[in-house]
Structures are given as structure tokens and as C-alpha cells.
């Protein structure tokens, strides 16, 4: 028995600071769906809504995990790229990694917020305490993507670690 393929799309959300942060994972689905609707009508969008799913979505670093189905991948790839709008307020999105598996989207997870942090730090003289909290923090995120406890600690660790650097 063949397992259902997906596909995982690692992608930057860039929109507006001003936007409400609270229900973001949600609005950034309805978007895509609306996308897809408008682009390849009722029939498209009951294709791709098989297995589509925002799976996580940092409001702090815009990161956004996406998993769909192997056949619709493009479709929704597509619909992603019209997306202009998030709830009222100008929005687009940057692909940073596609895979066919949740590990190979982890990977390119952490080394994007990995990059996140090395912007965060630019400018930011290091000493040696701060540059041993950076790789705790780190170290914490890799820990905790393996566990499977990603959404809600990153959030919380990119906050502390936003109160170190200020």
C-alpha cells in the first residue's frame, strides 16, 4: 500500500506590521484558498482542499509551513504567488523551500530562522554571553522541532530572544 504524497512548502509571509498577528495562521489559509477559487474555480479548490494545511506560522519571523497534495503542489503553488491581500492589508509570499517530506521542511525550517536570528544580530556587537544564549536558543528549537512541540515554542523563544537583543 502506497501512503499519500504530499508536498511541503516552506514560505516567507511578507506583510504589514500593523496587521493583527493574533489569527494570522487562519487568514493567511483563507487567502490561499480564495486564490485558488478565484484562479481555477470550485473545481480547483475542491482538488487542492484534499490535503491542504497551513501547518505552522511564526507571526514574528512570517515563516509558513504548507503541506498539500503531490498532484496539486502547482496549483496551489500558483495560487500562493496571486495571492496580493491579507485580510485588507498588502501581503505576498517568497518560496524558500519545496520537499516531499516533513524532516526536509524541518531542515529548511530551522536553517531560515537560523538566518532570522543572524539578521536579528546584525549590528548587535556579541560578547560571549550573548553568543552562548544565541546557541542555546538554538539548540532549543532544533530540540524542540524533533519533538514535534515547534509552534508554539518558537514564538516564545523568538520573543525572549527579541527582549535579549533590545
Request: hydrophobic share 40%; aromatic share 8%.
Amino acid at each position: 500500500m502506497v501512503g499519500f504524497k504530499n508536498r511541503y512548502m516552506v514560505l516567507e509571509v511578507s506583510i504589514d506590521k500593523s496587521v493583527p498577528l493574533h489569527d494570522l495562521q487562519a487568514n493567511v489559509a483563507t487567502a490561499i484558498k480564495l486564490s485558488i477559487l478565484l484562479n481555477f474555480g470550485e473545481c480547483g479548490l475542491a482538488s487542492s482542499l484534499g490535503s491542504f494545511q497551513v501547518k505552522y506560522l511564526n507571526p514574528r519571523t512570517k515563516l509558513c509551513i504548507i503541506r498539500t497534495s503531490r498532484d496539486e503542489y502547482q496549483k496551489v503553488w500558483s495560487a500562493i504567488t496571486m495571492v496580493s491581500r491579507i485580510e485588507n492589508f498588502p501581503a505576498s509570499f517568497n518560496l524558500l523551500d519545496l520537499s516531499g517530506s516533513i524532516r526536509a521542511c524541518r531542515k529548511a525550517a530551522i536553517s531560515c530562522e537560523e538566518a532570522k536570528f543572524e539578521q536579528l544580530l546584525k549590528g548587535v556587537p556579541l560578547t560571549d554571553k550573548l553568543n552562548q544564549e544565541m546557541q542555546n536558543y538554538l539548540e532549543k528549537i532544533k530540540d524542540d522541532w524533533q519533538s514535534g512541540q515547534h509552534v508554539n515554542f518558537l514564538e516564545s523563544e523568538l520573543f525572549e530572544m527579541s527582549k535579549v537583543l533590545n
